[in-house]
C-alpha cells in the first residue's frame, strides 16, 4: 500500500501498523480535532475522506469485503468496539461487605467473649459464695461444653454472612446478564461487500462504513462520508444543548455516545471501543460510575483542567466542540450512568425503608428494656435477696451472666430488625424481572418494575403500540377521482404515474425497504420507517419497481435532502435535471403538505390551479372519510424549479417549500392489534387510565381510540389537539399553569396532532397535579427521540423494541421487544405481584416478629433466661428471613390482580387486613407459647426448664416450645399467601414448586435439629408422641386462620363488584340486589331503571359499526362550540358544571361526547412513527348528545362511564 496515494499528502507515514496506511495514534489525534481544524488535517494527511477510506483498505460505496481474517486483523491492530466493564465485586468482597451488619457486629462481639469466659473455671470451693443461679447440676462434661453456645453463635452468623453474599452475588450476576442482553439486542446497519446488513455494535471495526439516521445513538467515531440535512446532539460530551450541523465540508467528525437528532448519512469508523471519545472519558473516569475511585477523578479533572489552559486557542468554535475539556464531561457521564438513582425513590423502597427504621427502633428499644431488667433481676437476687457479697473471684462468673443477657438482648434484636425486607425486594425483583422476559419486558432498571404496580395512568403513543405498525395503502386519491381501493394501474395516466413513482421511490429514506416473505406466502417483509413502507407497497401495487429507480438515482446523486422530523412534518428531495433544472418531490402530512399546495395534477396530465377552496373541499370529501376510517392520510406534491430563475436559496425552507403541485393523497391503514382492546379494558378494570398522545390527525386518533376502547359512545371525556391544549393551559404570558392543565387532564383521553413537548407537558402536569387525593403515578410509551424527555419525566418509561430509536431506549426503564401494549398490561400485573409478594413476606415476617420479640422480653422478665436461645433464634431468623423471603417473593401472578384499583402511594403498606391477621395470629401463638411455657411440664409430664442455671444442659420442656414456635411459623408461611382475607389459602400453591420445596425443606431440617442438633442448639431428642402434638399445635394456626376470616371480605366484595361492573347494567343492578338482603329503595329504583335503558340499541355496548366509524355516534348535533367563541366551557366550567346538577342533567346529558371537529382542516397523520408535532389546523370541539342513540341520562345508563367521577 502506498503511504502518499495523494500528492498532496505532507506527512509521511512509516510505521503504519498491520500494512494500514495510518496508525491508532493517528487516527486518535484526528479524533480529537473539530470543524475547520479537522478538515485542514484531513487535506493535510491524507488528501481528503476518500483518501482516508484508501488509507484504511475500504470502501465508501461498498464498504469493508467482511471477510473474517480482514475483520480479526482490524480488531488486532485498532481494538475492539467494547468498553470493558467495570469488575464485579468478588464474593470475599461481598461476604466482608455483609459482615458490616451493625446487628451481626454486636452479636460477634458477644460471642467472642461468650467463648472466652467459658473457658475460666473458678475453683470449686468458692463457686458457692457467687450465688445459687451460679451453682448447678451441671457435670464435667456440661461444663466443659459451656463454649458452644459461642461457637454456634458465630457458625449461624458465618451462615447469614455467606447466604448474603451469595444473594447479593446472583444478583450481581442477573444484572450484569440483563446488561449483556441489552447490549447484545443493539444492533447497527454497515455496508459490506456492497450489501447494507445489521450486525452487533461490538462487531464495528474501523474502516466499517456505517448508515447513520434519525435517532441513533453512535457507537464509534467517524467521520462523515455523505449526509443529508444531518444534525447532531453532543450534548453528552460537550455540555452544549444546540444540535449542531455535520456537513462534509464544515464539521464532519461524529463523535460515539452523541445522538442523531435529524437526518441520515454514512460515515467512516476510525475509532472504536476504548479509543472512541467515550472510551477516553470513561477511561479517565477509571470506568467507575461509584466514588471508590476519587483520586482517580480528581487527575482526571487536573488533566483536563491542564488540557483546557493549553488549548484556549484563537478557534472559537474548536474550543467549543473539545470532548475533554469540559467540566461537564464527568458529571455528564455520571448522570447519565445514574438515572436510576435521579428519579424519585420507588414507591416500595420508600414505604419500607421507612417501615424497616421504625421496627429496627422499636427492637432497639425492646433489646435494651430486655438487657436492663435482666441485669436488675439479677443483681437484686443475688446481692440483694440472698444478701451475698462481691467475691473477686467470683466476677468472671457475674460476668458471664452479664454477657449471657447482653446476648439474649442482642439476639431480641436480631429478630426484631427485619433485616430480610431489602432480600426480599431483590429477590422478588430478580424473579419478576427474569420472568418478564419471557412477557416481553426488558427491565432496565429494578424498581420499574415495581413502580408499575401502582400506575394510575398510562400515556401511550398509537402507532406500533396500539396499532400493528403494518401499514398498507388503501385508498387513494389521485387524478382527479378518490378510490376506495388501490386502483389498477392502468386507470392511472402515465405521466402521473412516472412523477408519482419516482417521487415515492427518491423521496424516502434508502434503508427503507420492502423484503420478501419469510415463509412462502407470508406477508412481505417492511424494513425502515413503515409509513414509507406503505408508499413503496402501494409502488409495488401500481406495478412499478421502486428498486430499478433508486439503482438508477443512488443516494449520492440526491442534490439536497429536507429530512422529516416532528416540526417539518414533511420530507423533501431534490434532484438535479440533465438542464440545470431542480424538481423536488415532497410527502408529509396531508393537511399540511396541502396548504403548501397551489396546483393539481388533473387526469389529463395537466396542473390546474388549487385554490383554498379547493382545499376545504378535498378535505371534507377526501381528507376527513378517511380518516374517520381511522386511515392516516399522506399527501404526495412536487415543484419544478427552471433554469431561468437560477439556483435557489435551499437554506430558505419556507419559500422553498411553497407553491407544491398535488399529485395524490393517499389513505394508509394500520390495522389496531387484536389484543389491545381487551388489553385496554383490563386497565380501565383495574383503575388505570389509558390515554392516547399521538401525532396523528385528531379524527384518525379519535377512530382508532374508538376501536381500541380508550372511547366509548356516550363517554364526557376530551379529544384535542397539542395546539388546543396548549392554548387552554398557558395563561396570557404563555407560561403553563398547573391549574390549567388540573382542569383538562380528568378528562382528556387522545391529544392529537401533539409534539414531544406537549407529551412532556401532559406527563409533568399529571405527575405534579394535586387535584386527587393520590399523587398519579404515570406510565409513558416512546420510541422517537424526541419522546426522550417525556420517557424521562414518566414514573416508567416504556421505549419500543422494534421500532424505538436507541434515544428512547436510553431513556426508558423497561424496553418493550415486541412493541405491544398488551405487554404493558403483563408489566402492570408483574409490578402488582412485587407489592404483594412483599406484602404477603411482611405479614408473615412482622407476626413472627412480634410473638419472638414477646416470648424472648416475657421469658426473659419473669424467669430469668430467654426460653428461645440465641442460637435458636438466629435458625428463626434465617427461616423467616432469607427462606420466607425466596418463597413468598416467587409466587406468580393471576389475573385476579388486576381486578383491583391501584394502591397508590399514600396507602399504609401494611392494610387493615393484614393487621388484623398480624395480630391475630401473633395472639394465638403467643397463647399457645406461654401456656407451654408454664404449664407445658405437667402437660407433657416432663421436667421443668424454668430458672435452669448457667449451663445447664437442654430440657425436654424448652425443645417442645422452640420446636412448636417453628413449626407455628411453617404453616403460618401458607396463611400468608393470601392478604386480601381469600379463604382458600392452599389455591394455586402447586403452581409455586419454591414455595412447596422451602417449606418441605424447612420442616426437614427443623426435625434434624431437634433430633440431632443437642447442646449447639440448646435442644433434646423429642418422642413421636410430643412431635405429633407439636405438628398439631403448629397445624391449629391454619385452622385459625380460617375461623379468623370474615364469611364476605372487603376485597371479595370488591372483586366481586368490579367483576359485576362490567356486565350489562340491568345484569349487573339485580345481582348487586342478591347480594344485599335488604334492597333499599332507591336501589330497587336504579334497577327499574336500568331495565328501561336496556331498551337503548346499545345494550351496555356500541353498536358494533359504531366501531368502524365514528359518523354513527353523530348524527344529530345537539350543540356546537365553534371555535370563534372565546371561551371553551367544556373544560373550563367543570365547577360550575359541579356546582349545578340540574343544569348538566337538563341541558346536556352525562353522556355528552366530544365528536370530531367540523370539515374544517382537520389534521392528518405524518410519514414516521415519531408522529409528534403541533401542527394543526383550526380544531373545532363539538359536545354531541345522544339523542339518536335514545339513552336517557340516568347515572345507571349503559352508556354512563365508570370514569366520569373524574
Known amino acids: ?81 467494547l468498553i470493558p466493564p467495570k469488575k464485579p465485586k468478588t464474593f470475599l468482597q461481598l461476604v466482608w461487605e455483609a459482615l458490616q451488619d451493625v446487628t451481626l457486629i454486636i452479636l460477634e462481639v458477644a460471642a467472642i467473649v461468650s467463648l472466652g469466659l467459658s473457658f475460666y473455671r473458678p475453683p470449686d470451693a468458692e463457686r458457692e459464695h457467687c450465688g445459687s443461679a451460679a451453682g448447678g447440676v451441671e457435670d464435667d462434661g456440661e461444663a466443659e461444653a459451656g463454649w458452644i453456645e459461642g461457637a454456634a453463635i458465630l457458625l449461624s452468623v458465618v451462615c447469614v454472612v455467606l447466604v448474603t453474599a451469595f444473594n447479593d452475588w446472583s444478583k450481581e450476576k442477573q444484572f450484569r446478564g440483563l446488561q449483556s442482553r441489552i447490549e447484545q439486542e443493539q444492533k447497527f446497519a454497515v455496508v459490506r461487500g456492497g450489501q447494507v446488513i445489521q450486525i452487533p455494535v461490538a462487531e464495528i471495526v474501523v474502516g466499517d462504513v456505517a448508515q447513520i439516521k434519525y435517532g441513533d445513538l453512535l457507537p464509534s467515531d467517524g467521520i462523515l462520508i455523505q449526509g443529508n440535512d444531518l444534525k447532531i446532539d453532543e450534548s453528552s460530551l460537550t455540555g452544549e444543548s444546540d444540535h449542531v450541523k455535520k456537513t462534509l465540508d464544515r464539521d464532519p467528525m461524529l463523535l460515539s455516545g452523541t445522538h442523531v437528532m435529524e437526518g441520515s448519512g454514512k460515515m467512516l469508523v476510525t475509532a472504536v471501543g476504548e479509543n472512541s471519545q467515550t472510551g477516553i472519558i470513561f477511561a479517565l473516569l477509571g470506568a467507575s460510575e461509584d466514588d ?266 440526491l442534490y439536497k435532502v429536507y429530512t422529516f422530523n416532528s416540526c417539518r412534518k414533511s420530507m423533501s428531495t431534490v434532484l438535479k435535471n440533465a438542464d440545470g433544472s431542480f424538481r423536488m418531490f415532497s410527502k408529509g402530512a396531508s393537511e399540511i403538505l396541502l396548504k403548501k399546495c397551489s396546483k393539481l395534477l388533473t387526469a389529463s396530465g395537466e396542473t390546474k390551479v388549487f385554490r383554498p377552496r379547493d382545499r376545504e373541499d378535498m378535505v371534507k370529501k377526501v381528507i376527513e372519510p378517511m380518516a374517520s376510517e381511522g386511515l392516516r392520510t399522506i399527501c404526495l406534491a412536487y415543484r419544478d424549479f427552471p433554469v431561468s430563475e437560477g439556483e435557489p436559496d435551499w437554506d430558505q425552507e419556507n419559500d422553498i417549500l411553497t407553491s407544491l403541485t398535488c399529485v395524490c393523497v393517499v389513505g394508509i391503514e394500520d390495522p389496531v392489534r387484536p389484543e389491545v382492546p381487551d388489553a385496554i379494558k383490563k386497565c380501565q378494570r383495574a383503575g388505570i387510565t389509558v390515554r392516547m398522545v399521538t401525532g396523528d390527525n385528531i379524527n384518525t386518533a379519535r377512530a382508532i381510540a374508538t376501536k381500541c376502547g380508550i372511547l366509548q359512545p356516550g363517554d364526557e371525556f376530551l379529544c384535542m389537539e397539542g395546539k388546543e391544549f396548549n392554548r387552554r393551559i398557558r395563561n396570557e404570558k404563555g407560561e403553563i399553569e398547573q391549574e390549567r392543565i388540573d382542569k383538562i387532564w380528568p378528562k382528556l383521553r387522545v391529544l392529537a396532532r401533539s409534539s414531544p413537548t406537549d407529551k412532556h407537558t401532559l406527563v409533568k402536569g399529571i405527575i405534579d397535579s394535586t387535584v386527587l387525593e393520590q399523587r398519579q403515578v404515570v406510565a409513558v410509551t416512546g420510541d422517537g427521540t424526541n419522546d426522550g424527555p417525556a420517557l424521562k419525566k414518566a414514573d416508567v418509561g416504556f421505549a419500543m423494541g422494534i421500532a424505538g430509536t436507541d434515544v428512547a431506549k436510553e431513556a426508558s426503564d423497561i424496553i418493550l421487544t415486541d412493541d405491544n401494549f398488551s405487554s404493558i398490561v403483563k408489566a402492570v400485573m408483574w409490578g402488582r405481584n412485587v407489592y404483594d409478594s412483599i406484602s404477603k413476606f411482611l405479614q408473615f415476617q412482622l407476626t413472627v416478629n412480634v410473638v419472638a420479640v414477646i416470648v424472648a422480653f416475657t421469658g426473659a422478665c419473669i424467669t430469668q433466661d430467654s426460653p428461645l436461645k440465641a442460637v435458636q433464634m438466629l435458625w428463626v431468623n434465617l427461616i423467616m428471613d432469607t427462606f420466607a423471603s425466596l418463597a413468598l417473593a416467587t409466587e406468580p401472578p393471576t389475573e385476579s390482580l388486576l381486578l383491583r384499583k391501584p394502591y397508590g402511594r399514600n396507602k399504609p403498606l401494611i392494610s387493615r387486613t393484614m393487621m388484623k391477621n398480624i395480630l391475630g395470629h401473633g395472639v394465638y401463638q403467643l397463647i399457645i407459647i406461654f401456656t407451654l411455657l408454664f404449664v407445658g411440664e405437667q402437660i407433657f409430664d416432663i421436667d421443668s426448664g424454668r430458672y435452669a442455671p448457667l449451663h445447664s444442659p437442654p430440657s425436654e420442656h424448652y425443645t417442645i416450645i422452640f420446636n412448636t414456635f417453628v413449626l407455628l411459623q411453617l404453616f403460618n408461611e ?211 348528545g345522544n339523542k339518536a342513540a335514545g339513552t336517557p341520562s340516568a347515572p345507571g345508563s349503559p352508556l354512563h362511564s365508570q370514569e366520569t367521577s373524574l
Open 974 to 1184: 401458607i396463611n400468608a399467601r393470601k392478604i386480601h382475607g381469600e379463604r382458600n389459602v392452599f389455591d394455586g400453591i402447586f403452581n409455586n414448586l419454591i414455595f412447596c420445596s422451602i417449606v418441605f425443606g424447612t420442616f426437614i431440617i427443623q426435625i434434624v435439629i431437634v433430633q440431632w442438633g443437642g447442646k449447639p442448639f440448646s435442644c433434646v431428642g423429642l418422642s413421636i408422641d410430643q412431635w405429633l402434638w407439636c405438628t398439631f399445635l403448629g397445624f391449629s394456626s391454619l385452622l385459625w386462620g380460617q375461623v379468623r376470616r370474615p364469611t364476605h371480605t372487603h376485597s371479595e366484595l370488591q372483586v366481586r363488584h368490579l367483576q359485576l361492573s362490567n356486565t350489562a347494567p340491568s345484569v349487573r343492578d339485580t345481582l348487586l340486589l342478591t347480594v344485599s338482603p335488604l334492597p333499599s329503595l332507591p336501589q330497587q329504583i336504579r334497577v327499574v331503571n336500568a331495565f328501561r335503558s336496556s331498551l337503548s340499541p346499545y345494550e351496555g355496548l356500541e353498536k358494533p359499526e359504531s366501531r368502524s366509524s365514528i359518523h354513527n355516534f353523530m348524527t344529530h348535533p345537539e350543540f356546537r362550540i365553534e371555535d370563534s367563541e372565546p371561551s371553551i366551557p367544556l373544560i373550563d366550567d367543570t365547577d360550575a358544571e359541579d356546582d349545578a346538577p340540574t343544569k348538566r342533567n337538563s341541558a346536556s346529558p352525562r353522556n355528552a361526547t366530544p365528536t370530531p371537529p367540523s370539515p374544517s382542516l382537520s389534521p392528518t397523520p405524518s410519514p414516521n412513527q415519531n408522529n409528534n408535532a403541533v401542527e394543526s389546523g383550526n380544531n373545532h370541539l363539538y359536545v354531541e
Open 1 to 81: 500500500m502506498a503511504n502518499n496515494s495523494y500528492s498532496g499528502v505532507k506527512n509521511s507515514t512509516a510505521n503504519h501498523d498491520g500494512d494500514f496506511g495510518c496508525s491508532l495514534k493517528d487516527l486518535r489525534s484526528l479524533m480529537e480535532l473539530r470543524g475547520a481544524e479537522a478538515i485542514s488535517k484531513i487535506g493535510e494527511s491524507y488528501g481528503d475522506v476518500q483518501g482516508l477510506c484508501t488509507r484504511l483498505k475500504t470502501s465508501p460505496v461498498d464498504g469493508l469485503s467482511g471477510q473474517p481474517a480482514d475483520i480479526d486483523k482490524r480488531k488486532e491492530v485498532f481494538g475492539q468496539n
Open 292 to 557: 471508590d475511585d476519587d483520586e482517580e477523578e480528581k487527575e482526571a479533572k487536573k488533566k483536563e483542567k491542564k488540557e483546557k489552559k493549553e488549548k484556549k486557542t484563537a478557534d472559537g468554535a474548536a474550543m467549543e466542540m473539545q470532548p475533554l475539556n469540559s467540566d461537564e464531561v464527568d458529571i455528564d457521564e455520571k448522570r447519565k450512568s445514574n438515572l436510576k438513582e435521579k428519579k424519585e425513590k420507588s414507591v416500595l423502597q420508600g414505604k419500607l425503608t421507612k417501615l424497616a427504621v421504625q421496627i429496627g427502633k422499636a427492637g432497639l428499644v425492646m433489646s435494651a428494656i430486655t438487657v436492663i431488667i435482666l441485669v436488675v433481676l439479677f443483681v437484686v437476687d443475688t446481692f440483694w435477696v440472698q444478701g451475698l457479697p462481691w467475691h473477686k473471684d467470683c466476677t468472671p462468673i457475674y460476668v458471664q451472666f452479664f454477657v449471657k443477657f447482653f446476648i439474649i438482648g442482642v439476639t431480641v434484636l436480631v429478630v426484631a430488625v427485619p433485616e430480610g425486607l431489602p432480600l426480599a425486594v431483590t429477590i422478588s425483583l430478580a424473579y419478576s424481572v427474569k420472568k418478564m422476559m419471557k412477557d416481553n419486558n426488558l427491565v432496565r432498571h429494578l424498581d420499574a418494575c415495581e413502580t408499575m404496580g401502582n400506575a394510575t395512568a398510562i400515556c401511550s403513543d398509537k402507532t406500533g403500540t396500539l396499532t400493528m405498525n403494518r401499514m398498507t395503502v388503501v385508498q387513494a386519491y389521485v387524478a382527479d377521482k378518490h378510490y376506495r381501493n388501490v386502483p389498477e394501474p392502468q386507470l392511472i395516466p402515465a405521466a402521473i404515474m412516472d412523477i408519482l413513482v419516482l417521487g415515492i421511490s427518491v423521496n424516502s429514506a434508502y434503508t427503507t425497504n420492502i423484503m420478501s416473505p419469510e415463509k412462502e406466502g407470508g406477508l412481505p417483509r417492511q424494513v425502515g420507517n413503515k409509513t414509507e413502507c406503505a408508499l413503496l407497497g402501494f409502488a409495488n401495487d401500481l406495478k412499478r419497481d421502486y428498486q430499478a429507480i433508486r439503482n438508477e438515482i443512488p443516494e449520492e446523486k
